[in-house]
């Protein structure tokens, strides 16, 4: 089945029902869009997708920021047998046409303001941009939007597809190079869905979700739009996160769930009002990793554990802490229903015990099929039918995940094995740690060293702290895994999943 044929039958019911909001800075809802308006929306960009020749096994790029035009678009491009390759505005030039070219688009749907700011993406384009809010004139192969869409009349449903069709095509956040293309199909996306959502989470259409991600990667395409899409839930959708108008919001607009990354909880958990929250049940996380001790201080203050999850572009979501029963701190839950997950020995591809460091492999309909283009990648990355992740954890005997890091952030310390992720749990459950990052800096004598980057809280005197960090580092941890040298930052770099970039942490001077 098309998965947009999934959010069709959905949609389809109680079309008086409002799907979507749109939440201003201010905290005022200025427009809603019913599951009827929707559908004749969506229908409308269907026809005009077909009137332009998009069909199967074309690909479709999308840059509309956070709008009901976006989501629209995005079950036009499914329902017409395409692709959808989501843009990241905030890239560079170079790195979006890189993006482009390896797609090979035949469509590019954006906004007026990238164009402007990047006139050269035209050419790293097969086929016509639609644009919208234009001001003046169009250079040549670009179309206003509102043109294309008042020139058909909506009644177009979505064709059926494979549960193997490619439905996204996503790129890869890498530090190095250029981003591979994980394409992920219908029965991808709908297996992994159902399986988070539904059956783990117990979405359905009465809850409200506080939409604060960019709706560009699998958290906030994936799983706040289409999951919105498949479940019928509203989505409240605030361009940009805010903590003080996010936690006002979450009474004000009677909100249900909210998803989030690490750095938007360790902010709220410094917002000083807090509501009642008489409405809240789930808080969820993921993208990266949790410490602790931001899931302690945002449990005291709003009284909700956070339900952390784990996943990847390559795989969607692998893991989640359950809704009902225990949440560990510093754990990414269990593996989800039909999801394999195990932990194996990187070289030898022995599977280990638990409690034992080694890679996480899964297996599972959520995985998908191969990097884009790219066979010699596809092939390192399986390993006998599981896709090897490139993170380390361990799993307990009775099935809970911890992420330790990424094997090639492993930091190795005459020869002896050190995880970051270790390392960063007993710093920052220092009172005077806001957050930090661990990582290996070269050492002649034992090949690497540990260096801990700080970033303390308001007040903290650094020379004081660091006294503090290095008695506690020598109280629980073994002397090699102890930080030699330690710098104190205002922030850590992160990316805009709010992953620390620690290629670009200040390792010198």
Same mark, same amino acid.
């Given at each position: 089945m098309n998965l947009a044929q999934a959010f069709w039958q959905r949609l389809g019911q109680q079309p008086a029902r409002v799907l979507l909001e749109r939440l201003e800075p201010s905290g005022e809802v200025t427009w809603q869009q019913t599951r009827g308006a929707f559908v004749e929306e969506a229908s409308r960009w269907m026809a005009a997708l077909r009137a332009a020749g998009i069909g199967p096994?074309? +690909?479709?790029?999308? !840059?509309?920021?956070? !709008?009901?035009?976006?989501v629209a678009a995005h079950v036009a491009v499914l329902g017409v047998g395409a692709g959808a390759v989501p843009l990241n505005a905030s890239l560079t030039p170079r790195e979006l046409a890189a993006v482009l070219a390896q797609a090979e688009v035949r469509l590019a749907i954006t906004t007026a303001d990238l164009l402007a700011r990047a006139p050269e993406l035209r050419a790293a384009v097969r086929g016509?941009?639609?644009? $919208?809010? =234009? $001001?003046?004139?169009?250079?040549?192969? $670009?179309?206003?939007?509102?043109?294309?869409?008042t020139a058909v009349a909506p009644g177009v449903e979505p064709i059926d597809r494979d549960d193997d069709d490619l439905a996204l095509l996503l790129f890869t956040s890498g530090t190095t190079g250029v981003p591979k293309g994980v394409g992920l199909t219908h029965g991808n996306l709908?297996?992994?869905l159902?399986?988070?959502?539904?059956d783990t989470w117990e979405m359905c259409e009465d809850d409200r979700l506080l939409h604060a991600l960019p709706p560009h990667h699998l958290h906030g395409l994936g799983l706040?739009?289409?999951? $919105?899409?498949?479940v019928g839930n509203t989505a409240v959708l605030l361009e940009r996160f805010d903590a003080s108008v996010v936690v006002r919001a979450l009474d004000a607009q009677r909100i249900t769930v909210f998803m989030g990354v690490p750095t938007m909880y360790h902010r709220m958990a410094e917002v000083t009002e807090v509501g009642t929250l008489a409405t809240m049940r789930l808080f969820a996380c993921g993208s990266a990793p949790l410490s602790p001790e931001t899931f302690r201080r945002f449990q005291d203050r709003f009284g909700f554990p956070i339900i952390e999850r784990y996943g990847l572009t390559e795989t969607g979501i692998n893991t989640a802490n359950p809704l009902h029963g225990r949440h560990r701190p510093g754990s990414v839950g269990l593996p989800?229903?039909?999801v394999d997950l195990g932990i194996f020995a990187p070289q030898t591809g022995r599977q280990l015990a638990p409690g034992e460091v080694g890679e996480i492999w899964v297996r599972g309909p959520n995985v998908f099929h191969g990097y884009w283009r790219n066979p010699e990648a596809t092939a390192a990355a399986f390993c006998n039918g599981w896709f090897r992740t490139g993170d380390l954890g361990t799993m307990t005997a009775d099935g809970y995940v911890t992420i330790l890091g990424r094997i090639k952030e492993l930091i190795i310390v005459g020869g002896t094995n050190v995880t970051p992720g270790e390392v960063e749990t007993v710093l920052e459950g220092e009172p005077g740690v806001a957050e930090c990052a661990v990582v290996g800096i070269?050492?002649?004598?034992?090949? =690497? +060293?540990?260096?801990?980057?700080v970033v303390p809280r308001q007040g903290e005197d650094p020379h004081e702290l660091e006294r503090r960090l290095r008695l506690r580092a020598e109280q629980q941890l073994a002397p090699y895994k102890c930080p030699r040298q330690y710098r104190f930052l205002p922030v850590l770099p992160r990316n805009s999943m709010g992953k620390v970039e620690r290629g670009k942490l200040p390792l010198q001077g």
């Amino acid at each position: 089945m098309n998965l947009a044929q999934a959010f069709w039958q959905r949609l389809g019911q109680q079309p008086a029902r409002v799907l979507l909001e749109r939440l201003e800075p201010s905290g005022e809802v200025t427009w809603q869009q019913t599951r009827g308006a929707f559908v004749e929306e969506a229908s409308r960009w269907m026809a005009a997708l077909r009137a332009a020749g998009i069909g199967p096994g074309d +690909r479709v790029a999308l !840059s509309l920021g956070k !709008s009901a035009g976006l989501v629209a678009a995005h079950v036009a491009v499914l329902g017409v047998g395409a692709g959808a390759v989501p843009l990241n505005a905030s890239l560079t030039p170079r790195e979006l046409a890189a993006v482009l070219a390896q797609a090979e688009v035949r469509l590019a749907i954006t906004t007026a303001d990238l164009l402007a700011r990047a006139p050269e993406l035209r050419a790293a384009v097969r086929g016509p941009w639609w644009v $919208t809010g =234009e $001001t003046g004139p169009l250079p040549a192969d $670009t179309i206003p939007l509102a043109s294309v869409l008042t020139a058909v009349a909506p009644g177009v449903e979505p064709i059926d597809r494979d549960d193997d069709d490619l439905a996204l095509l996503l790129f890869t956040s890498g530090t190095t190079g250029v981003p591979k293309g994980v394409g992920l199909t219908h029965g991808n996306l709908r297996a992994n869905l159902h399986a988070l959502l539904v059956d783990t989470w117990e979405m359905c259409e009465d809850d409200r979700l506080l939409h604060a991600l960019p709706p560009h990667h699998l958290h906030g395409l994936g799983l706040g739009v289409y999951g $919105t899409l498949l479940v019928g839930n509203t989505a409240v959708l605030l361009e940009r996160f805010d903590a003080s108008v996010v936690v006002r919001a979450l009474d004000a607009q009677r909100i249900t769930v909210f998803m989030g990354v690490p750095t938007m909880y360790h902010r709220m958990a410094e917002v000083t009002e807090v509501g009642t929250l008489a409405t809240m049940r789930l808080f969820a996380c993921g993208s990266a990793p949790l410490s602790p001790e931001t899931f302690r201080r945002f449990q005291d203050r709003f009284g909700f554990p956070i339900i952390e999850r784990y996943g990847l572009t390559e795989t969607g979501i692998n893991t989640a802490n359950p809704l009902h029963g225990r949440h560990r701190p510093g754990s990414v839950g269990l593996p989800l229903p039909g999801v394999d997950l195990g932990i194996f020995a990187p070289q030898t591809g022995r599977q280990l015990a638990p409690g034992e460091v080694g890679e996480i492999w899964v297996r599972g309909p959520n995985v998908f099929h191969g990097y884009w283009r790219n066979p010699e990648a596809t092939a390192a990355a399986f390993c006998n039918g599981w896709f090897r992740t490139g993170d380390l954890g361990t799993m307990t005997a009775d099935g809970y995940v911890t992420i330790l890091g990424r094997i090639k952030e492993l930091i190795i310390v005459g020869g002896t094995n050190v995880t970051p992720g270790e390392v960063e749990t007993v710093l920052e459950g220092e009172p005077g740690v806001a957050e930090c990052a661990v990582v290996g800096i070269p050492d002649a004598d034992l090949g =690497e +060293r540990v260096a801990a980057f700080v970033v303390p809280r308001q007040g903290e005197d650094p020379h004081e702290l660091e006294r503090r960090l290095r008695l506690r580092a020598e109280q629980q941890l073994a002397p090699y895994k102890c930080p030699r040298q330690y710098r104190f930052l205002p922030v850590l770099p992160r990316n805009s999943m709010g992953k620390v970039e620690r290629g670009k942490l200040p390792l010198q001077g």
